[in-house]
């Protein structure tokens, strides 16, 4: 079966400016959860979706933002760009969220390479 | 709060043994996972402790002690392939979704 897809794979902002970032999760699955991963910090929660509704938001501003569709591909949000976000975006599918869940059923995406300049 | 303590790197020869260690100050949580991740690429799951003790898969074997607030994940006849980074990551019962994440340890193996 396909894995999870991430798009785009590389980008690069200037400061200000705000990124969508895409996640289409693995058929069937309806948990999809974004990760931040830098040097400094590593991996960080930054919340999950699970049928389209927010189910936990790590400690990130408001800046941050996400959704979920229908058909449960997911997209995040950063508005008002700053250098600090650059940062490598993971995104996480399973059947049922990647807390309690089996962690052999999580999937992660290549992520998507953020650069603000 | 919650954390997860690694190593930052930890440097073997090929064929040997390395043990990789995660200490972690939280409480309850599902269980301790360990994720790989080559060249920032996706993690991969590697191994799951829900209980304490010894899991073994193939090459590599985990293990967990609640009480000493410690697991660890042992590599066994190392190969060059295994040089990646290696998380230990708990889920806690509070917070469905979610997933900790320690720094990582940077593995690196030497022919």
């Known amino acids: 079966k396909a894995g999870v897809t991430q798009t785009p794979r590389y980008l690069i902002k200037t400061r200000g400016q705000q990124v969508t970032l895409s996640c289409s999760p693995i058929s069937g699955h309806r948990s999809v959860s974004w990760y931040q991963q830098t040097p400094g910090q590593g991996l960080q929660f930054l919340f999950e979706?699970?049928?389209?509704?927010q189910r936990n938001k790590g400690n990130f501003p408001g800046r941050f933002s996400g959704r979920q569709f229908s058909n449960s591909r997911s997209e995040m949000n950063v508005s008002t760009l700053e250098l600090g976000d650059s940062a490598l975006y993971l995104c996480?599918?399973?059947?049922w969220g990647t807390g309690g869940a089996n962690p052999n059923t999580i999937y992660f995406g290549e992520g998507s390479w953020l650069t603000v300049v | 709060g919650q954390s997860l303590e690694q190593p930052s790197e930890v440097t073997a020869v090929e064929g040997a043994i390395v043990q990789i260690n995660c200490t972690y100050q939280?409480?309850?949580?599902?269980?301790l996972s360990w994720y790989q991740q080559h060249d920032g690429g996706a993690p991969t799951f590697l191994s799951y402790n829900a209980l304490d003790g010894l899991e073994e898969t193939g090459r590599f074997s985990s293990f967990l002690s609640r009480s000493d607030s410690y697991g660890y994940l042992l590599l066994q006849e190392l190969q060059m392939k295994d040089s990646a980074s290696y998380f230990c990551?708990?889920?806690?019962?509070?917070?469905?979704?979610?997933?900790?994440f320690g720094q990582g340890t940077e593995l690196s193996v030497k022919p």
């Open positions: 990551a708990v889920g806690p019962s509070n917070q469905g979704g979610k997933l900790i």
């Open positions: 979706y699970f049928s389209e509704t």
């Open positions: 996480a599918s399973s059947l």
């Open positions: 939280t409480s309850g949580f599902y269980g």
